[in-house]
């Protein structure tokens, strides 16, 4: 065991000459025309999910965790989205695994149905390897998903509904047909921006929008690091993702204190592999101010795909945030001016 161990400890000590500082602020704002997915209002009965995580300790930990949400402003049971239909889901899961070490964890998790964020991750983790061990490592891996889709509606007003659900508003010169129906649509979002003089009636377009972003350490021997994670789908869409991640000058000694001199690494970097990155997808249809019509003419694609990873000594910090406008006011929102997470 003990050669074993030194042959790791000069691989070790080969490897990782690099010591890289890394940070990264990284904000996509929706500012199209109109575009962008509006909020999407949450059902009547809505969930609050609540949990805490406080360890310490030496030898193994574990950690799984997932959550996904998915509702819809009309019938989430079939396959199609009805007239002017909202849906939302939002998706995060978290593993981690610390193997014959010295552990300090803490996690907090809040999923709010009703208020925002409608989900609020808070993490913290200490980790510090046993050299007296030979198999000692730290993998974590965090990642959280948004995805909004909307048919688009049109303003306040009755509309005339056709076989198939093609609309068109009254008045329009092409709305004679057979088995047509009169319906009243309420196209006043719900947010207070909405009630400015110059946003009503506003058309917002069809979107399909999806975001994820998250993070992972691996086999990583020594490093502190907090994550924040939030995501927002009531009130306007907000997907954020932050990491940052150090060494523990000290840590060693004050672990050695604790352990009766077991053997711990310690250094002011973090050594190992930290990784983050972010992906966007975002098509948006034609306005129905332009068109008026079912068919949805395709106006706009946007795609992003970004990676970062630092191999060997790091500081490793990067922040990653995306935020759609107010839609009836065609302006981001200005409140809150902290965000919780931020």
């Not at 050299?131 to 688009?152: F, K, P, R």
């Not at 508003?169 to 319906?183: D, H, K, T, W, Y």
Request: charged share 15%.
């Amino acid at each position: 065991m003990s050669n074993i161990g030194s042959a790791r400890g000069m691989c070790t000590k080969h490897m990782l000459k690099l010591i890289a500082t890394i940070a990264v602020t990284l904000t996509i704002a929706a500012l199209g025309i109109v575009s962008a997915s509006p909020p999407v209002p949450p059902p009547n009965q809505t969930s609050l999910v609540e949990t805490t995580v406080d360890i310490e300790c030496h030898g193994t930990v574990t950690e799984d965790e997932s959550f996904e949400w998915i509702y819809t402003t009309h019938d989430l049971s079939d396959n199609n989205l009805s007239l002017f239909e909202h849906l939302a889901q939002i998706q995060y899961e978290e593993n981690m695994d610390a193997v014959e070490g010295f552990t300090q964890f803490t996690k907090g998790f809040t999923a709010d149905g009703q208020n925002a964020p409608n989900l609020a991750v808070d993490m913290r983790i200490g980790y510090v390897g046993d050299d007296s061990s030979a198999i000692s490592w730290l993998d974590n891996t965090e990642n959280v998903g948004m995805q909004i889709v909307t048919e688009g509606y049109g303003g306040s007003g009755w509309w005339m509904i056709f076989p198939g659900w093609q609309r068109i508003p009254l008045g329009n010169p092409n709305s004679v047909g057979a088995g047509l129906r009169f319906e009243y649509v309420d196209g006043r979002g719900d947010d207070c921006a909405a009630l400015c003089p110059w946003a009503q009636g506003v058309f917002i377009p069809p979107t399909n929008e999806l975001v994820s972003a998250g993070s992972q350490l691996e086999m990583v021997d020594i490093v502190s690091a907090t994550t924040k994670t939030s995501v927002t789908t009531t009130e306007s869409p907000r997907l954020h993702h932050e990491i940052a991640a150090t060494g523990i000058a000290g840590y060693g000694e004050y672990v050695n204190s604790v352990l009766g001199g077991a053997g711990a690494r310690d250094g002011p970097y973090g050594v190992g592999t930290a990784s983050a990155g972010m992906k966007v997808s975002a098509m948006e249809g034609a306005n129905y101010e332009a068109w008026l019509r079912f068919e949805y003419p395709l106006a706009s694609t946007l795609t992003y795909d970004e990676m970062t990873t630092a191999n060997g000594r790091w500081d490793f910090s990067k922040v990653m945030t995306y935020e759609a406008q107010i839609p009836e006011v065609n302006i981001p929102r200005q409140y809150h001016v902290f965000h919780q997470p931020a």
